[in-house]
Structures are given as C-alpha cells and as structure tokens.
C-alpha cells in the first residue's frame, strides 16, 4: 500500500470515529473507523506509527473541535489564532495514538489472531494512559460510544476500558475474517473469526439481564438550569441577580428532599456570599431540604512577599439538611488553572479566563451527606425509627466526571452520583453532549443514580443501567424536578477497578513480545 494512501485512509478514518459519539450516536461508525486501522496496520506495518498518528490527528480533529467555541467566543481570540491553537493541541492528543502504530510494528507477527489481540491491548493501553499521563484527558474512548449498544454490559464488571476491549474483539474478529477472504486459506482459520464477531454481542446480552445493585428508598430532587450567560457570569453587577434568578427557579421546589445548583452557581464573596448562604441553610432546614450548590471557597495564606495571600477552589457544597463539601480535585487545563502561569497569563484573554486560577482539591475527601427521609419511616408511619437517614453523596465536578476510577471509589460510600457542571463555554457544540455520555457510563459502571446539574445543559436524572430519565432542554432557565432512588450493593467494577483488564493487557503485550522474538530469533 502506498504511503499517501495509508496515511490520507487513517486520517479518514479517524476524522469519522467520532461519529460513533454523542450527539451522533452511530456506534458502527466508530466501529467501522478502529476496524479500517487495524487493517491499515496489518496491511502496512511499516508505515503503522504514521498511521496511527494520522488517525489519531483525525479522531481529535473532529472529537474535540469544541475546543474552538470556548477559544473564540469566550478567549476573544481571532479566528485564525483559534485555529492554530486548536491544531496544536490536536497535535499534541495526537501523538498518543501514536505508540499503538509504534509497538505494533515491532510485535506483529504472521499469526493474526495474536495481531488482533496485541492491537486491542495496545489500544486500551493508550486509552488507560489517557486517565492519568500529563493530568489526563480521558476522552473518546470506544467504550463511551457503546453505551446504549447491548456491549454496555460489560461496563459494570469491568468499566469503560473492559467495555473497548470487548468491542474491540468484534473489530479484531471482522478484520480476520476479511484477511482470509482475500488471502484464503494461507495462515488464517475463519472459524475463531467469526466466533469473535458474535462473542461480544453474547457476553452483552447475558450480562445486560444481570442485577448487582439494589434500591433502598425513592427520593424527590430539583435541579436548577440557571442559563447564565458566561459573559457577565463574574461580573461584580450581576453576581447578585445571578443568585436571585436561581433562587427564583427554585421557589416552587423546597418541597423536594433535594435541591441541586450547577457549578458556580454562586460567585459571590464576603458578606453578599453569606447573605447567599445564609438563606440556602435556613430555607433549607425550614423546609427539610438538602440544597447542594456550586460556590468558590477561599482559604486565607500568611502574607508572602510578592505572592497571594490565598487559594480559591471550586466546590460542591451542602445546606439544610445537607453536610459538607467537595473541592474539585482534577483541574482543567486553561479552564481551572493556566499551565506555565508566568509564561503564558496576559498574552491572550484565553490564558487569563474567570476562575483560571483555582487550587487543586485534596486527592481524599470525605463526600457530602445528605439527610433524607428513612426508609423505614417511609413505610411505617408508626415506626420509632430515626426520623432521616444520612445517605453519602459521591460528587464529581465537571470535567472530572470523566475520571472513572476516582469516581469508582467515591462511590464506594456513597449510594447515589451527582455531578454539577458548567458546559457553557462550549455553546452548541458537541462537548457538552459528550460529555454526558461520560456521566452515563459512570451510573452504569457503579449501579448508581446519577444527577447532573448544569447551568445551561446537559441536565439530567440517569438511571442505575445508564439511560436518561429525564432531560432538560440545553439553552433554557427552567428546574428538572424528578426522581431518583438510593442505591445499595456494589458492582464487580466498583470492587476491582481495572486492575483486572490492565493484567490482561500486560499479559498480552509481554507475550506479544516473547512470541515475536522467537519467531525472529536466527533458526
């Protein structure tokens, strides 16, 4: 195959896997695109570093073009300039693929179903390392795209990666079965192929009738979309009427056991933010309600010569009847905190966004409580039980929803997710929608409802087996009332983590790599 095709079909192939993805939801597509680069790399092991890179410049290239609102409409930085910041980091996200072309060239063999299983385990290796190398940015993964195909139950035993990897089986499985129609016989049985093709569809159907969590009481929440335009977010004018309107839409809710404010929601300080909280503590216990909101803490430091004298985190906080707070523990690049501060801050209004400056939360924190009516009151309205249950919240702030393991053992506690979040910076693109395909897969991962506040969409209520319950419409200032049960038990997923798929992967590539030695090794 020729270098120009190689590279121009992988490129391809990358641009459409994102398809597969919310909003799109065409889950074959993304099938179809990791299917055209295994092929590309067992057709072409030579060129499989530049193919892989080619894909994977044209999987971020679409995938997250929603980089581009954020820069545009809210770093107020010409077109031209978004578009070379843009290809830089799609660039950089790039060369993450590229060790999949790299070491696959160096452990292919004649054997193809040993290629096959070598591929998927260098692919989910790059997808693990995305969760934590360089902070992480664990996004597009094939199991994400598999959420509402019958493959999705897997994702409670083993999480979004053993969700790519069965997947992948099928891709694998496909691609074999091509190679021996065009090349017959010569190496290649079609019996394992085809079994490949239909195992994973099997396992997710067996699995999808599996029960591992169960519910404990039904509970009422609200949760509030205050619409706020990012543009005047952190103005000092209308930080006051930013409060009011959200006390506004919540009015008609402290019937609720839960009220829930986006990310943010109050940006006030100093006596404006107390009078804030003030009324959400005692209307909240007037009414025996659990109000948890976005707000910024600040944490006073000892004067220093020319530094601040104090940090600002972004968290979730508890009143009423709730207890607590969070404090966002992984920050967004540019968006929570600026890298290479000194160097960067002032030369662009991108580099010197509202709130670019925030501290990073502890790695351990206890989760918010809620106190919610017992179950057993509930039942029996003679019983002498205690009249609340406290009932663990495990809590994840925007971006860091996408971070399954931390979420993993938050929820070890904790018997339902909530998540707020500002998606506004990304306008109508399609980030926001990504990222609640995200949020879906944690409530499956855990068994667990999921409530996710925002201040402009996507809000929304998800079940326990990851499907929607209830939506509102993004662009709108309206409350989701509904409602969502306490959830006891754990999932296999939530017990091990992906301790159980990172082995397999180590044990393929090692023997991967032993194999091709051997075969290479002079006779």
């Known amino acids: 195959m020729k270098t120009k095709s190689a590279l121009f079909l992988a490129l391809i192939a990358g641009a459409i896997y994102p398809l597969g993805f919310a909003p799109f939801g065409y889950f074959g597509v993304a099938l179809l695109a990791a299917l055209s680069l ?128 069965v997947s992948l089986i099928s891709v694998v499985g496909i691609g074999i079965v091509g190679l021996f129609w065009r090349e017959g016989c010569r190496g290649i049985s079609l019996v394992p192929g085809m079994a490949l093709i239909v195992l ?55 019937d609720t056991d839960l009220i829930v404010w986006p990310e943010f929601a109050l940006t006030l300080y100093g006596a404006q933010a107390q009078q804030a909280v003030d009324f959400l503590h005692t209307q909240g216990l007037a009414t025996q309600t659990n109000v948890v909101t976005g707000t910024p803490r600040l944490e006073r430091l000892p004067r220093s010569e020319g530094g601040r004298n104090y940090n600002i985190y972004n968290t979730a906080k508890g009143y009423g009847l709730a207890q607590g707070d969070f404090a966002k523990y992984h920050l967004v690049p540019f968006g929570d905190y600026v890298p290479l501060e000194d160097w960067l801050r002032g030369v662009i ?52 929803i996408a971070y399954g393991d931390s979420m993993r053992m938050r929820t070890e506690d904790a ?14 693109s399609i980030g926001p929608h990504q990222h609640m395909q995200i949020a879906r897969m944690r409530a499956l991962e855990n068994g667990r409802w999921l409530l996710r506040g925002t201040n ?34 754990r999932t296999p997923y939530s017990r091990l983590g992906d301790w159980p798929i990172l082995l397999l992967i180590f044990v393929t590539l090692v023997y991967g790599f032993f194999t091709q030695r051997r075969n290479s090794a002079p006779q």
């Open 456 to 489: 402009n969409g996507v809000t929304a209520i998800v079940n326990p087996e990851g499907k929607i319950v209830g939506q509102l419409p993004q662009f709108e200032a309206t409350v989701l009332r509904g409602e969502f049960e306490i959830m006891q038990g």
């Open 349 to 400: 209004d991108f580099f010197d966004l509202p709130m670019s400056g925030l501290q990073q939360g502890q790695w351990q924190q206890n989760n918010i409580t809620l106190r919610l009516p017992s179950v057993v009151s509930q039942t029996n309205a003679n019983s002498p039980a205690q009249p609340f249950d406290e009932v663990q919240v495990a809590t994840g702030i925007c971006y860091e």
């Open 200 to 254: 994973p569809w099997v396992i997710g159907v067996l699995l999808s009738t599996a029960t591992w969590t169960q519910p404990v009481g039904q509970y009422t929440v609200a949760l509030v979309q205050g619409n706020i335009d990012q543009a005047v977010k952190w103005d000092q004018d209308q930080q006051a009427s930013n409060v009011r309107k959200h006390r506004e839409l919540s009015a008609d809710h402290w």
């Open 38 to 165: 295994f092929l590309l790399l067992t057709r072409a092991p030579h060129l499989a570093p530049w193919s892989a890179l080619a894909f994977g410049f044209g999987k971020y290239l679409v995938g997250v073009s929603w980089i581009y609102v954020s820069i545009t409409e809210y770093g107020s930085a010409s077109a031209l300039l978004a578009g070379v910041l843009v290809l830089l980091f799609v660039a950089g996200m790039a060369l993450f693929c590229w060790p999949i072309g790299f070491f696959y060239r160096r452990l292919h063999s004649v054997n193809q179903y040993l290629n096959g299983l070598v591929f998927i385990a260098l692919w989910l290796a790059v997808e693990w390392s995305l969760t934590w190398l360089l902070t992480g940015f664990p996004w597009l993964f094939l199991g994400f795209a598999a959420i509402d195909s019958v493959v999705a139950g897997v994702a409670p035993i083993g999480g979004v990666l053993a969700t790519s990897a």
């Open 415 to 428: 018997g339902v997710i909530l998540t707020i979040s500002n998606d506004t910076w990304f306008g109508g």
